[in-house]
């Protein structure tokens, strides 16, 4: 098990960007694979992006080329940087982790370690 510390998040206007963050609180972000997923009200959790330790990032259809997903092995942290932002990104947003020997996914199921969340809003 690792703690995962997520920041950032808020309100933002169409168009706008917003950055989140994710910090492994203790070992290092290097043993795991790290991953961005979302939940709306009402729907399931999906993901947002997932980036490998070797620093390969994925993306999910719909933020392909507005979200950027990186790391920063030296400061344990993940980021996501959201860039035009569309109402139907507001959702609760998830940090995850999957040890490395596991292989990376897409899929919310494979992974055992989550933030506590972070409510993004994006609203005129």
């Known amino acids: 098990q690792v703690q995962l510390v997520e920041s950032g998040g808020g309100f933002a206007q169409p168009g706008g960007s917003l950055r989140l963050s994710c910090a492994v609180a203790?070992?290092?972000?290097?043993?795991?694979?790290m991953g961005w997923f979302r939940q709306a009200p009402g729907q399931e959790r999906k993901l947002v992006a997932i980036?490998?330790?070797?620093?390969?990032?994925n993306y999910a259809d719909a933020v392909n080329g507005r979200f950027t997903i990186s790391r920063d092995n030296a400061k344990n942290t993940v980021y996501l940087q959201m860039n035009s932002l569309k109402p139907e990104d507001t959702a609760v947003y998830y940090c995850?982790?999957?040890?490395?020997?596991?292989?990376?996914?897409?899929?919310?199921?494979?992974?055992?370690?989550w933030g506590q969340g972070t409510q993004v809003t994006v609203s005129s």
């Open positions: 995850a982790a999957r040890r490395s020997y596991l292989g990376y996914s897409g899929r919310p199921s494979d992974y055992k370690n």
């Open positions: 203790e070992g290092t972000a290097l043993s795991w694979h």
């Open positions: 980036i490998t330790t070797g620093g390969s990032p």
